[in-house]
C-alpha cells in the first residue's frame, strides 16, 4: 500500500512538472517578455524579501542589495515601464516625444533576444535615433535612487522585525542525587579556594601591616602578591581591608 502511494505520489509531481512546463511556463515568459510591469515588479519582490530576510539595515550592508538590483534591473529591464519612463520623457519633451521600441526575437525554443531602441520624434515628423547607451545610464541612476529611496522606507519594518526575539522553550533536564553532590562539592571546593589566597603568614602579615602603618602601600601590595596568587586591585584592597 504505502509502495502504491509513493508511486502515485511521483506521477502527481511528474503530471505537475509538464503543466507547468507545457502552459504555465511559456505564459509567465511571455508576460515576462512583452508586459512591461512585470520585470519591475519581480525584481521588487525579490528586493523586499532579501532586504527582510537579511534584517539589511543602512548600517547592515544594504547597498549590496541595491547595487545588485540596480545592475540586473538596467540591463534586464532596459525598456523599463510606463511610470518609470516618466522622468526620461519630461526630460526629452523639449526636443519631443520619446519612444522606447523593444523587440523580441525568439531563435529557437528557450532562445531569445531583446533589443531596445530609444527614439525622439521631433514636431516636424524627424526621428532622432540615440543610442542604447543613453537609455542604459537613464536606467541605472533610476533603479539607484527608486531603491534608495525604497530602502529608506522599508527601514521601519526592517527595525521592527529585527527587535523581536524568538525564544524557544528551554526543556529543564532534572539532576540525579549523585550529580547534585558533585556540583555542589564543587562549589565547597573553589570557596576555599578562593579563601586560602586571602590567608597570608603570620609574619608575613605582621610586615605588611608595618608597611601600612609607614605609608608604604606600594611596598605591602607587592609583599602580599609575592605571597599570594591575587591580582594587583585584589591585592590592593586586602592591605586596604587590613587592620591590627
Known sequence: MKKNLTILFVLFILAGIILLAGFVFPILIKAFLYEPYVKSIVLFVIFAIVVFRGRFT????????????TIIGT??????????????????????????NTSVYNYAPGEYSITDQLRIIKSDGKIMELHTV???????????????????LFQP???????????????????????????????????????????LPEEVRASVLTLKRN????????LVRNHTDLSLGEAKELVEGMEE
Open 134 to 152: 543613453f537609455l542604459y545610464l537613464y536606467r541605472f541612476f533610476q533603479y539607484l535612487i527608486f531603491y534608495s529611496a525604497v530602502s529608506v
Open 75 to 100: 540591463f534586464m529591464d532596459s525598456a523599463g515601464n510606463p511610470f518609470f519612463n516618466k522622468p526620461l520623457e519630461w526630460l526629452v519633451s523639449s526636443v519631443g516625444q520619446m519612444q522606447i
Open 58 to 69: 543602512w548600517n547592515n550592508y544594504i547597498m549590496i542589495p541595491i547595487a545588485v538590483v
Open 215 to 222: 605609608q608604604e602601600l606600594i611596598k605591602a601590595i607587592k
Open 157 to 199: 519594518v526592517v527595525k521592527l522585525l529585527s527587535g523581536r526575539q524568538v525564544t524557544l522553550p528551554v526543556k529543564k533536564e532534572e539532576l540525579s542525587f549523585e550529580m547534585t553532590e558533585k556540583i555542589e562539592a564543587e562549589k565547597r571546593r573553589r570557596a576555599q579556594a578562593l579563601e586560602q589566597r586571602h590567608i
